[in-house]
Each structure stands twice: as C-alpha cells, then as structure tokens.
C-alpha cells in the first residue's frame, strides 16, 4: 500500500500538538465566565511549582507566567508531550472590570482569577429630581 504524506502538513499537526493553536494553546488552556458580579478564570497548570507562577498586570492586561522543569536527559523518554520551560499567557480585560481587585488562587494545578466587575460598570439607578417650574403670571 502506497501512503501520500505531506511534510508540512505533518509539521503543522505536530506543532498544534506541542504548541496548542490561538483559539486552544497547550501550555496554558483556560475556562472563563461571569458568576454574578464577577468573572472568574482559570488555568491548568498541572505540575507546576507554585513558586515558579507569576502574575502581573498592566493597564488592563493580566500576564501569567509559569515554568515546569525540564525532564531528566538521562531518561529515555516514550512520550514528551507537556510543555516544559518558561511559558506565559496574556488575558485582555475589558474596561469594565476592577484590575485592582483581583484574588488569586493556586490549588491542584488550576490558578483560579476572579476578577470583579468595576462600581462604575455595575448597573445603577438614577433619581429624577422633580421641580415645580411654574411661574406666576403678573397681570
């Protein structure tokens, strides 16, 4: 039996694989949603040393850095498959959301973000003042 491959499509899987694509990356995949008035987020990271996460924010970007360590050279490895190394991933947050809230936790390999929705973004009602601007008329 004659098989046909292509190289680079061979490339692309692999590197799907081991790299993860924009819509799912391997080495960070995450959950989001909104729960009330907050959004919560998060990340697998299985294996990771909690001493080697880091989180920052700039503006409205949260970036979470994360390094898993490299496997032992002497070992002869059957599958490779989890990332090794520094590896980080950035989040974009709306406008909306109060940056200088947000609670981290880090607990069998998930970081779990909750980020609250900012006062100012929260629905609100608005009093109408009521007056009387009836004026009298001089005759």
């Not at 391997?26 to 294996?47: I, S």
């Not at 809230?101 to 779990?112: M, Q």
Request: charged content about 30%.
């Amino acid at each position: 039996m004659l098989m046909r491959t292509d190289p680079f499509r061979d490339l692309d899987r692999l590197t799907q694989q081991v790299f993860g694509t924009a819509a799912r990356p391997a080495a960070m995949p995450m959950d989001a949603w909104r729960q009330g008035e907050e959004f919560v987020v998060e990340l697998d990271l299985p294996g990771v040393d909690p001493e080697s996460l880091d989180l920052d924010i700039e503006r409205n970007v949260v970036t979470v850095r994360a390094s898993r360590p490299e496997l032992d050279s002497n070992r002869e490895m059957l599958a490779a498959e989890r990332p090794r190394g520094v590896f980080s991933r950035q989040l974009f947050l709306g406008e909306n959301l109060d940056t200088d809230r947000i609670s981290a936790d880090y607990a069998d390999g998930v970081l779990r973000l909750v980020i609250p929705v900012a006062e100012k973004a929260k629905p609100r009602k608005i009093e109408i003042a009521r007056t009387n601007r009836q004026q009298a008329i001089d005759v």
